[in-house]
Each structure stands twice: as C-alpha cells, then as structure tokens.
C-alpha cells in the first residue's frame, strides 16, 4: 500500500495562498490517480481534487475551481496543491490519496496520509 506525508499547511490571511506538498513511497507512484481531500471540524471529508496518471486529467470540485491548481512530479513521486486566493472557508486538514481509479469518491482512496492543516483567517 503506497504510502503518503503531506506537507506545506499553515496560518494564511485570506487572499493569501499556500503549496501543498504530498511525497509517496511506492515507486509505482505515477499509475496512480492521486486526490486531494479536506476535513473541517465537525464536517465530513470532501473532495477537493484530483489528477490522472501521466497528468492526464484534472478535477476540481466546484469550491475551489479557479483557485487552486493540482500538479505531479512523477519522477519525485510527489503531488501538489497550489491553493491561490484563500477563504476562510477553506480552513481544514488537508490530506492525499492514491487511487486506481479517476474518482472523487474518498472510499475508492487508500494510503490516506497525517494530514496538514490550512488555516485562513479573516
């Protein structure tokens, strides 16, 4: 099971914007389709997006179109999140996925990493 370390979180002002970073192990890192997740206190786990093998594709949900940009080095075996203009809507614990599928849905995920936490403040 791959596993992931996501990095980059911290306390921005809104309007502000930070650069997730995920770094996987598995050094078959580039088949899979990698998520990015986010969790508020008390809210369920939602989509935020996700990038096909090879770059292929690129998803976003609907609250973050625009702002944020989903990337992949394959040969560092990493992903990011470029998050740009922030809201303070947008505080939570981000975290990566790997999947072998072009889903958002979080149960088709595995190697959930710690997690990082954003937060935006007003």
């Known amino acids: 099971q791959v596993q992931l370390v996501e990095s980059g979180g911290g306390l921005v002002q809104a309007g502000g914007s930070l650069r997730l970073s995920c770094a996987a192990s598995?050094?078959?890192?580039?088949?899979?389709?990698m998520g990015w997740f986010r969790q508020a206190p008390g809210k369920e786990r939602e989509f935020v997006s996700a990038?096909?093998?090879?770059?292929?594709?690129?998803y976003y949900a609907d609250s973050v179109r625009g702002r944020f940009t989903i990337s992949r080095d394959d040969a560092k075996s990493t992903v990011y999140l470029q998050m740009n203009n922030l809201k303070p809507e947008d505080t939570a614990v981000y975290y990566c996925?790997?999947?072998?599928?072009?889903?958002?849905?979080?149960?088709?995920?595995?190697?959930w990493g710690q997690g990082t936490q954003v937060t935006v403040s007003s």
């Open positions: 598995d050094r078959t890192f580039s088949a899979y389709t």
């Open positions: 996925a790997a999947s072998r599928m072009f889903v958002v849905t979080p149960g088709a995920y595995d190697g």
């Open positions: 990038i096909s093998w090879r770059s292929i594709s690129t």
